[in-house]
């Protein structure tokens, strides 16, 4: 059986630019599987989704959507995809219901049934009684369902969302969650980019984990927490000069026990305060010992907590750096 | 591993369409898109297209002759020019304008560029669909002559297929270059663009005066032809003005004419999808 999604050593290079976007990004998605490339801006998540879907001719590598190649076969594989993107791009041209029924009739549609399906869609999203307005009055809540009952309308096989919560409000977040959980139900694939851990942790059956075009890990969300060694995480935020924060680290380190100490850049916006992240398999029992280093170094504790395996801990172990 | 597919059964019967039955759906599809868009706004269309016709041919084609400042037959000479030079603008701007809207910061032509049907027939979809715009307001001419100008011209009726050909090859033109200038101009600068490029368009173009007159003036003839309107100005001249008593009134050579636009068609279609492709597929 032929993989819904599957990538080779793909690669982009944007003209004009020194580096690649997507440097040789290699991943396979089964069918029904909801699979979340996660990682901070410009990562390469969004340039992957441009190549299988179209919109960004590759430099190097391959693609495939259910077997047919993302260049050579671009008829058999937009029938088979519908794409969700970051901003909305409704055709502001037509009616609420009119951008559904167009766009089922693009993919050859027959009339009835598509005239069937909108409505159908319009009522199930909660847009049924606005119908027949134009999008400019549509909030970007609305709007971003009103592009899902638009991807749905041709009954795709792979589902392409871009950072689909991005710039939602909490309510429409939960709703659009539990319409992603449904459509995968019903056995759509799903591929969605994001850099909100919960979402993927919530949502997705595997994770790749991208920074600077590369894939640094693949693996299911309870792999990933595995990763964290010892398991969980002292963070220690102190306020130190620049002799300190070097003797602080040194410290740190010779505290028995402790696995890994990093030392976590832009994560304050105040200049004077550096944060430490303590990987141990008891993290609580160290807190004594982290103070006492701190004191001894010069620096001054700001803020001290003990965090368990999460995504972002997953993150920031593999980049050394916060997702926002 | 080939074990037979459980997806298979879920695969519905759209799916054995061939691939070019699903481009020619989908071309359909979103040539109808654009009609109805189009007939929404079919006021502001007519005006757009119809306001500057209207005042030529009322000031050139009967204030001028009737104060004595034109010959009586300049009339008919202006309006083969007045139709070609309203569908070609027409044909410009009714790709040249949507796009400014479609390659915009909410790209709105993605969810037509993901439809069963290659990149390049998005674009000739386009300039089809300008093409019928500049036809119909280059056919709105024609009640608007009689209204205005009366009894004071003629058009010939023996060459009425020629006049259809040159009506259509007009709007493809026009079209073309529409996608030209919409794919190669940024948003910002489209309104300075149609200073830069209508002017000249519209006064070289032998839209106002015939193209044998300009004999006396070798350089500035020699220019003219340079400019795709003066062959459409020409061929609708030779499609439309009657024979006065001295024989056929003279136009550049109809073979010319044809091979000229024909050509500049072709040229301009290409550039057009390619520089279209580069927009839309990064």
Redesign the interface.
């Known amino acids: 059986?032929?993989s819904a999604i599957e990538v080779r050593e793909l690669r982009k290079r944007?003209p004009q630019s020194k580096t690649d976007a997507v440097d040789g990004v290699s991943f396979e998605v089964a069918?029904g599987e909801v699979f979340g490339l996660l990682g901070p801006n410009g990562a390469g998540k969004t340039t992957t989704i441009?190549v299988l879907?179209?919109?960004?001719?590759p430099t190097g590598g391959a693609a495939t959507i259910?077997g047919h190649d993302v260049v050579s076969d671009?008829?058999?594989v937009?029938?088979r995809?519908?794409?969700v993107?970051q901003?909305?791009?409704?055709?502001?041209?037509?009616r609420v219901r009119?951008?559904l029924t167009?766009?089922a009739?693009?993919?050859?549609?027959p009339r009835r049934e598509r005239e069937q399906r909108a409505d159908a869609l319009l009522g199930e999203l909660g847009l049924g009684e606005r119908r027949n307005e134009k999008v400019d009055r549509y909030s970007g809540g609305m709007a971003q369902r009103l592009m899902i009952a638009?991807a749905l309308m041709h009954?795709p096989?792979v589902l392409f969302l871009d950072e689909p919560t991005n710039n939602l409000d909490p309510q429409s977040r939960l709703f659009l969650w539990e319409r992603i959980q449904a459509l995968n139900a019903s056995?759509l694939t799903i591929l969605l980019t994001t850099h909100d851990m919960d979402e993927a942790d919530r949502l997705c059956h595997r994770i790749a984990v991208m920074d600077y075009g590369r894939i640094l890990v693949n693996d299911t969300p309870s792999e990933l927490k595995k990763l964290i060694p010892g398991g969980n995480v002292l963070e220690l935020h102190v306020q130190a000069e620049a002799a300190a924060r070097q003797s602080l680290l040194t410290r740190l380190q010779q505290i028995a026990g402790v696995s890994k100490v990093e030392e976590v850049r832009g994560a304050n916006e105040e200049q004077d305060t550096t944060s430490y992240r303590i990987y141990a398999a008891e993290a609580g029992a160290l807190v004594g010992a982290a103070v006492q280093a701190t004191v001894a170094a010069g620096a001054r504790v700001h803020d001290l907590s003990v965090k368990n395996a999460s995504l972002e801990e997953v993150f920031i172990y593999l980049t050394g750096r916060h997702l926002r | 591993m080939s074990s037979p597919m459980p997806a298979a059964i879920a695969v519905k019967e759209r799916h054995e369409a061939s691939q070019t039955s699903l481009a020619m759906t989908a071309f359909f599809a979103i040539l109808v898109r654009d009609l109805v868009v189009t007939r929404r706004e079919i006021v502001s269309f007519l005006l757009q297209a119809m306001m500057q016709p209207l005042f030529f041919l009322f000031i050139f084609g009967k204030v001028l002759p009737g104060i004595g400042l034109a010959a009586g037959g300049f009339a008919g000479l202006l309006l083969p020019g007045i139709v070609s030079l309203s569908g070609m603008l027409a044909a410009i701007q009714g790709v040249t304008l949507p796009l400014v809207l479609d390659l915009g910061f909410a790209r709105e032509i993605d969810d037509r560029l993901l439809a069963p049907l290659p990149v390049w027939m998005v674009a000739a979809e386009k300039v089809l669909f300008g093409t019928f715009r500049g036809a119909f307001a280059s056919a709105c001419i024609f009640p608007m002559a009689v209204l205005i100008l009366g009894s004071s011209y003629s058009v010939r009726t023996d060459r009425m297929g020629m006049l259809i050909l040159m009506i259509l090859l007009n709007g493809l033109v026009g079209a073309a270059i529409g996608m030209l200038i919409g794919t190669l101009v940024q948003p910002q600068f489209i309104s300075l663009m149609f200073t830069l490029i209508f002017t000249p368009l519209i006064f070289t173009g032998c839209a106002y005066y015939p193209w044998t007159a300009l004999g006396h003036i070798r350089w500035f003839q020699v220019l003219t032809l340079l400019n795709p309107l003066t062959y459409c100005s020409e061929g609708l001249r030779y499609a439309m003005v009657p024979p006065t008593r001295l024989g056929e009134v003279p136009t550049l050579d109809i073979r010319i004419v044809l091979a000229a636009l024909i050509v500049g068609f072709a040229a301009c279609f290409i550039a057009g999808t390619r520089t279209f492709h580069k927009r839309v597929v990064s």
């Not at chain 1, 879907?53 to 001719?57: H, Q």
């Not at chain 1, 009739?105 to 549609?109: F, I, N, P, S």
């Open positions: 059986m032929t944007y069918r441009g879907t179209t919109a960004v001719a259910a671009q008829i058999l937009k029938q995809i519908a794409v993107p901003r909305s791009n409704l055709d502001r041209s037509l009119e951008i167009f766009h009739a693009y993919h050859g549609v638009r009954e096989e056995g």
